[in-house]
């Protein structure tokens, strides 16, 4: 079956530091490709998306690309803030005609950043 | 943009008792909604897919008479936890997809229950 698989946490980076978040998934066909972010005490909230092999998203200065060769999304900020601490979440849909739409997650990391 | 409204968002309640959670699609028509549970520090697994006017279908080892899932409107499913003990008590998430299906997932607030 589908799964994602993201790199454990926490990660700790000092403010301004660059951040990478791996995210690896398993899935037949061609699946869209999501970040999610949940911030303590809330749900998730979309950050960014990519539905198609090379496609970028960005969204608030984050940004993954779709690498269907290494079947990767791996998230990137240049620098990050204080107010980026959060769990981050990598899942992945099925295209529309498999007729299941449930998101499939990975396990979350969380990220603290320090001022 | 789209919302999707969760409540309550905690809850605190004794053993036996059963809760009640509701989801809403504020601004769009929901024809699926998906009901996910959160262990703390985990991910969140899938309990069950609610289609408006049918049945849910629950996933592998969630049982169907102790998580009620009703999904009566395109706006409204809720899902109803029965006679609730404190193994029940976890971060319950709800998200709604319009009926296209083209676009993300919309997801609630989410709903704290803590079972004494």
């Known amino acids: 079956g589908d799964s994602v698989t993201q790199m454990e946490g926490p990660v700790t980076l000092s403010e301004e530091a660059f951040l990478t978040i791996n995210c690896t998934y398993t899935a037949t066909g061609y699946p869209s490709l999501f970040w999610y972010v949940q911030y303590p005490g809330e749900g998730l909230q979309l950050l960014l998306k990519a539905t198609k092999a090379d496609d970028k998203g960005s969204n608030k200065g984050f940004e993954a690309t779709y690498r269907k060769e290494t079947t990767s999304f791996h998230l990137e900020k240049g620098s990050v803030q204080v107010s980026d601490s959060a769990v981050y979440f990598c899942?992945?849909?099925?295209?529309?005609?498999?007729?299941?739409?449930?998101?499939?997650f990975g396990s979350g990391t969380r990220l603290q950043v320090q001022p | 943009g789209a919302v999707v409204s969760q409540h309550p968002s905690r809850v605190i309640c004794k053993s036996g008792t059963s809760v009640k959670i509701e989801c809403r699609s504020l601004d769009f028509q929901a024809t699926t909604m998906f009901w996910y549970r959160q262990f703390p520090k985990q991910s969140l697994m899938l309990m069950a897919t609610s289609n408006e006017g049918s049945k849910a279908t629950y996933e592998q080892g969630v049982e169907k008479d102790k998580f009620l899932i009703n999904h009566a409107s395109l706006t409204l499913s809720t899902l109803t936890v029965t006679s609730a003990h404190p193994e029940d008590s976890s971060f319950y998430i709800c998200?709604?997809?319009?009926?296209?299906?083209?676009?993300?997932?919309?997801f609630g607030d989410g709903t704290r229950l803590s079972i004494l």
């Open positions: 998200s709604a997809r319009d009926w296209t299906g083209n676009q993300p997932q919309h």
């Open positions: 899942a992945l849909t099925r295209p529309m005609d498999t007729g299941r739409r449930a998101l499939t």
